[in-house]
């Protein structure tokens, strides 16, 4: 059964930063591409950053280009974001997610979802 377990989440003030990490179980960790995913109340779950099977590939959304980085530990079993810079449209619950196809975490359809951590940042 896979699980994938996100922590890190917290309140911080605007302007500082934060790191999520997202353990994940019970697949070949190496064989899934992963990502991260935000959503706030009554709004769709938007994508936020991928990161390929390797770690040699990332791509991000354009609202956190530049002051969010993915990366991965294929040892650890662990992908983490961190997210510097932070505003408060940056508050929502982060998701990460894992899916054999890279397209399919850029495209908000991967197979597994994690249950979620809160990020709340004040102005």
């Known amino acids: 059964q896979v699980q994938l377990v996100e922590s890190g989440g917290g309140l911080v003030q605007a302007g500082g930063s934060l790191r999520l990490s997202c353990a994940a179980s019970?697949?070949?960790?190496?064989?899934?591409?992963m990502g991260w995913f935000r959503q706030a109340p009554g709004k769709e779950r938007e994508f936020v950053a991928a990161i390929s099977r390797g770690g040699g590939s990332q791509y991000y959304a354009d609202s956190v280009k530049g002051r969010f980085t993915i990366s991965r530990d294929n040892i650890k079993n662990t992908v983490d974001l961190q997210m510097s810079s932070l505003k408060p449209e940056d508050t929502d619950v982060y998701y990460c997610?894992?899916?054999?196809?890279?397209?399919?975490?850029?495209?908000?359809?991967?197979?597994?979802w994690g249950v979620g951590t809160q990020v709340t940042v004040s102005s």
């Open positions: 997610a894992a899916d054999p196809t890279f397209h399919n975490i850029v495209v908000v359809n991967p197979r597994y």
């Open positions: 019970g697949r070949t960790f190496s064989n899934d591409a």
